[in-house]
């Protein structure tokens, strides 16, 4: 049963997931390494400061192409966008626009007026405008991501979330408890046992404040979901590891900001580190299970977190 | 010809270079301080019966935190659906529960075998400095025998 972005009675929108809504994504703009954000604005900072205050006769194609270039080698974009066919499609959705331009009689000297420029140039914005929201509904239409073992993952201005279905066959899923029916465990590990899950994923370091855990399990139509909860009551924490079957795969939405997704690789697997205000989640997959730690942490103290499930004891 | 297209292509990369950021620095205002993860599903039984599960995991304990409510619609051709009927949690209290998840049925009913339903499920979280709710979109499920 795979979820969709489809307003129950609109069938016009369709995207993965059951998110609540079609929402701008951010633009490809993947940084692991936060030094790379911050030249690429730089130069975006820099290149707007001069789109913005060139003068006609100044202007230069060449460092046009140049800024474009190093923008797009700082942080290309994943989805390029092919302006070409855009422009065309523009062109048969909107020819009204362009048939006084192509039906006019060309005068047989033409003089620029600054009344013809003017219209022109309004004429020009308006066609800029309009190719923005077009492109703007492209975008929103493509979730961006990255395609790691057959899932993709996706995120927009307020959620992320994976689609796809996994390359690889799913080991047996084993359930001690009957549907329905939940289970409290003295720790995550008994839990993991118990449910013969023999991969990494419990961390071993914790930030201050946080010391003990309520650990639960429950199995729904939805599959496994295995909680481990903080007691302490000045800081939250919580790990959820849950199994997702072939058909769908993993289809839970993580909430976020408009921050972005910083990866970080670790023991042979990409965890994603998803903000949301002072909420800080990291997410991934291994095998069927998709995991989520999330509290009101640091990124540090996630990435410190995330490296200690792997560490060699 | 080139040229002007260059500069429209510009412009608009930063219009909406602008759009984004003001649109984003909109949304960053919308941070949900009691959601942090949700998921639905509609899935089909015996006899026609149609179960909706969700799971919600909270930022924190909350004091509620579950399904708000669920709107269903009803289909006889798999294409064209109607509104079947919104249920609340006021009215089904295993739609809500408190702490840091909710991970449970939240609403079953008896539909007609052959007719495709789907939901439209309000993840819901709230304590007593306020509430969050947001939809999560099903696929649709035929009833079945």
């Known amino acids: ?29 993947l940084t692991a390494d936060p030094s790379n954000k911050r030249l690429y604005f730089e130069v975006l900072d820099e290149f707007t400061n001069w789109f913005l205050s060139v ?12 800024y474009l270039e190093e923008m797009n ?33 060309l005068p047989a000297n033409p003089q620029p007026s600054e009344r013809s420029q003017r219209r022109y140039l309004g004429r020009l914005t308006t066609v800029a405008a309009t190719i923005a929201a077009m492109m703007v509904t492209l975008i929103s239409a493509q979730a961006l991501g990255i ?3 057959g899932f993709f993952a ?12 996994p390359e690889t066959t799913q080991p047996t899923k084993f359930y001690p408890l009957a549907v329905g029916e939940s289970a409290e465990y003295e720790s995550v590990e008994d839990a993991l046992s118990e449910f013969q899950i023999d991969a990494a994923l419990v961390p071993s370091w914790y930030p201050a404040g946080i010391s003990s855990f309520t650990v639960s399990a429950r199995v729904t139509d939805l599959g496994m979901g295995i909680y481990m909860v903080s007691d302490d009551e000045d800081s939250s924490l919580t790990l959820s590891i849950s199994d997702f079957n072939e058909e769908t795969g993993p289809t839970t939405i993580i909430e976020k900001d408009s921050s972005n997704v910083i990866l970080h690789e670790a023991g042979g697997c990409v965890h994603y580190i998803i903000n949301d205000g002072k909420w800080c989640n ?4 291994v095998d069927d299970l998709q995991c989520v730690i999330g509290g009101n942490i640091t990124n540090d103290e996630m990435l410190k977190i995330i490296d200690s499930i792997y560490e060699v004891p | 010809m080139k040229k002007i297209f260059k500069i429209a292509v510009s412009l608009t990369l930063t219009i909406g270079l602008f759009s984004s950021l003001a649109c984003a620095n909109a949304i960053s205002a919308r941070t949900s301080q009691y959601l942090n993860t949700y998921v639905a599903s509609i899935s089909a039984g015996r006899n026609g019966t149609i179960a909706i599960t969700a799971r919600v995991v909270g930022k924190g304990s909350l004091d509620e935190i579950g399904v708000s409510s669920i709107a269903i619609y009803e289909s006889s ?29 939240a609403f079953e009913f008896t539909g007609t075998i052959g007719n495709t339903y789907k939901a439209t499920v309000y993840c819901y979280g709230a304590d007593d400095s306020g509430s969050d709710s947001k939809p999560y979109y099903t696929s649709p499920v035929t009833a079945r025998r």
Do not use: C
């Open chain 1, 154 to 165: 996706n995120w927009t201005n307020e959620i992320f979330y994976f689609s796809g279905s």
């Open chain 1, 1 to 29: 049963m795979a979820e969709f972005l489809r307003n129950s009675q609109n069938s016009g929108i369709s995207s993965t997931n059951g998110m609540g809504k079609a929402e701008e994504p951010i633009q490809g703009h």
């Open chain 1, 73 to 105: 080698e700082l942080s290309p974009l994943e989805n390029p966008i092919d302006s070409q066919a855009a422009l065309e499609r523009f062109h048969e959705r909107f020819p009204s626009l362009f048939e006084e331009q192509e039906s006019a009689p």
């Open chain 1, 55 to 66: 003068a006609p006769e100044d202007f230069d194609e060449d460092l046009l192409d140049a």
């Open chain 1, 282 to 285: 990291a997410t991934w997959i």
């Open chain 2, 77 to 105: 051709d798999g294409r064209n659906y109607a509104h079947y009927g919104t249920f609340y949690s006021s009215d089904y209290p295993s739609m809500m529960g408190s702490g840091a998840f909710y991970d449970q049925k």
């Open chain 1, 147 to 149: 395609d790691v073992f």
